[in-house]
């Protein structure tokens, strides 16, 4: 698939995701409490990322960056 090919696919499957999160998230809410369904969703975000961080092998951040992570994260 070329790069326009692809990036259509990429837009398609985020709309449709983003599109469907507001009917899902109202449906959750029926058999979950906010506060469970917001840890599920963050916990699931977080397998994500590091399951991509796995794949690409991102290493870990230097030591003198750290503070700056926090302080963006605080803000």
Same mark, same amino acid.
């Given at each position: 698939?070329?790069?326009? =090919? @692809? %990036?259509?696919?990429?837009? #398609?499957?985020?709309?449709? /995701?983003?599109? @469907?999160? #507001? ?5 959750? *809410? ?5 506060? @469970?369904? =917001?840890?599920?969703?963050? *916990?699931?975000?977080? *397998?994500? /990322?590091?399951? &991509?961080? #796995? &794949?690409?092998?991102?290493? *870990?951040? $230097? /030591?003198? $960056?750290?503070? %700056? #992570?926090?302080? @963006?994260?605080?803000?």
């Amino acid at each position: 698939m070329n790069k326009i =090919g @692809s %990036a259509r696919a990429y837009g #398609f499957g985020t709309v449709l /995701l983003w599109g @469907s999160a #507001f009917a899902f998230t109202k449906l959750a *809410l029926m058999h979950f409490g906010a506060l @469970s369904l =917001g840890t599920l969703r963050y *916990l699931f975000a977080s *397998l994500a /990322l590091v399951a &991509v961080a #796995f &794949v690409k092998r991102i290493g *870990l951040p $230097d /030591l003198r $960056d750290v503070p %700056a #992570f926090l302080g @963006s994260g605080a803000a």
